[in-house]
């Protein structure tokens, strides 16, 4: 082989190899970037979705609050009549969940499902965790899930209601753990999004 041939050879050699380390790196550039802006996007979509989760479950203890404002109080007792399980229905059909309820501190119990008194059932002697955390006076509770009596799997989310300090009801709702998870799909059709609480009960799943 020529001098000349051996130039033209080492010539082509040497630019296929720089052609192949910049598509290399540009390669690699690329990658970093997209993988980059994938994890930007699914942090700014899971930060949105938490916040929106957490809204949701704020408007249910708002909801909470301000039937608790609007049940009448008579001696240091709540008034259970017509009205007020109205109030309770009313308050159903509004945020669309299973049940509305109100726990005495004797653990006589009064919901929507029953229009009344709940027959056969004491909240205080079966030591339900939404009666005890309500009358040990816990702002707000998200209980672990239970069977509901509608086969569902089920939580419910209590307030107390106080009166000179002293707890004298806990208001409350039920709602099926898939309710969230409903919520999260309408937010998102992403895959393996989880929610969880600050505990790390997880409450939610896709």
């Not at 050879?9 to 192949?20: C, D, E, P, R």
């Amino acid at each position: 082989m020529s001098a000349r041939n051996k130039l033209m050879l080492s010539i082509g050699i040497l630019i296929a190899l720089i052609i192949t380390v910049l598509s290399v790196l540009a390669y690699r550039q690329i990658n970093d970037s997209s993988t980059r802006d994938y994890r930007n996007n699914l942090s700014n979509e899971s930060f949105l979705i938490a916040k929106a989760v957490e809204g949701k479950v704020e408007s249910y203890f708002v909801s909470l609050e301000s039937l608790s404002a609007a049940l009448a109080v008579e001696q240091g007792r709540v008034v259970i009549d017509d009205r007020a399980i109205e109030l309770l229905v009313n308050n159903k059909e509004r945020m669309k969940v299973l049940n509305f309820f109100v726990g005495m501190p004797d653990g006589t119990t009064y919901d929507v499902s029953n229009k009344g008194e709940i027959p056969q059932f004491n909240a205080k002697q079966k030591q339900r965790e939404w009666f005890i955390k309500g009358m040990s006076g816990t702002d707000r509770t998200v209980t672990n899930p239970f069977m509901g009596t509608t086969g569902d799997l089920t939580m419910a989310i209590v307030i107390p209601l106080k009166q000179h300090g002293q707890v004298i009801a806990v208001i409350g709702m039920s709602l099926k753990m898939s309710d969230i998870t409903d919520y999260v799909n309408e937010l998102s059709s992403k895959s393996n999004l989880f929610v969880a609480r600050e505990d790390g009960f997880l409450m939610a799943a896709r």
